[in-house]
């Protein structure tokens, strides 16, 4: 695989309220990017779609799998450990998720990256919710086929008193605040893979 592609697709959507607005906008940023601003700032979370291709998803998703894991990782001091955990030493592989980043957001820079990581939590494991750091922005990459909405997989945030799902559409990104309560659930009957960048902010 050649980490040195972006792919993009040609419009982009503001979710405002209960409406999602179309348009079309400049050739350098031709992706479909999904603010999410009913509950919260739309500089806390945002969604990113088709930033992988169902192939380069397939690709990734083999490389990983072909790696070993690592278990023992807790969200919380006080929790027991959950899912299995990769980390990503291949510089050239760092680079390349952050550079599918940095195209839409450029204050993104490798530079700040501070961890790399694959998530891998098995069918029906129960993470736990959690916050990354008051100082870190968070950047995680679904890479996993589409499946069911009812497989859940979701990632979920507590704002309000309101638990916020994301679904792990194939090939999407969501960068938010590491300071967010949140957590990933599992699939019922898939492993869920998913990559995390964490920066210094």
Same mark, same amino acid.
């Given at each position: 695989?050649?980490?040195?592609?972006l792919?993009?697709?040609?419009?982009?959507?503001?979710?405002?309220?209960?409406e999602?607005?179309?348009?079309?906008?400049?050739?350098?940023?031709?992706?479909?990017?999904?603010?999410?601003?009913?509950?919260?700032?739309?500089?806390?979370i945002?969604?990113?779609?088709?930033?992988?291709? @169902?192939?380069?998803?397939?690709q990734?998703?083999n490389?990983?799998?072909?790696?070993?894991?690592?278990?023992?990782?807790?969200?919380?001091?006080?929790?027991?450990?959950?899912?299995?955990?990769q980390?990503?030493?291949?510089?050239?592989?760092?680079?390349?998720?952050?550079?599918?980043?940095?195209?839409?957001?450029?204050?993104?820079?490798?530079?700040?990256?501070?961890?790399?990581?694959?998530?891998?939590?098995?069918?029906?494991?129960?993470?736990?919710?959690?916050?990354?750091? @008051?100082?870190t922005?968070?950047?995680?990459?679904?890479?996993?086929?589409?499946?069911?909405?009812?497989?859940?997989? @979701?990632?979920?945030?507590?704002?309000?008193?309101?638990?916020?799902?994301?679904?792990?559409?194939?090939?999407?990104?969501?960068?938010?605040?590491?300071?967010i309560?949140h957590?990933?659930?599992?699939f019922?009957?898939?492993?869920?893979?998913?990559?995390?960048?964490?920066?210094?902010?």
């Amino acid at each position: 695989m050649a980490f040195d592609h972006l792919k993009i697709s040609p419009c982009k959507a503001a979710r405002l309220g209960n409406e999602v607005h179309v348009a079309k906008v400049d050739a350098s940023v031709l992706n479909y990017i999904a603010h999410i601003n009913y509950y919260f700032n739309m500089t806390d979370i945002n969604i990113i779609d088709n930033v992988f291709t @169902e192939d380069d998803v397939k690709q990734l998703h083999n490389l990983f799998m072909t790696k070993p894991f690592h278990y023992g990782e807790t969200d919380n001091d006080d929790t027991p450990p959950t899912g299995l955990v990769q980390e990503i030493t291949d510089p050239s592989l760092v680079n390349y998720f952050a550079l599918n980043i940095h195209k839409y957001f450029s204050h993104l820079e490798p530079a700040k990256i501070y961890r790399s990581y694959v998530n891998l939590f098995v069918p029906r494991e129960l993470p736990y919710f959690h916050v990354d750091g @008051e100082n870190t922005l968070t950047c995680i990459f679904y890479i996993n086929p589409d499946h069911d909405i009812n497989e859940g997989g @979701e990632t979920q945030f507590l704002l309000d008193n309101k638990i916020i799902g994301i679904q792990p559409k194939s090939g999407r990104a969501v960068v938010f605040n590491g300071g967010i309560l949140h957590r990933a659930t599992s699939f019922r009957n898939f492993p869920r893979l998913t990559v995390a960048l964490k920066y210094n902010t």
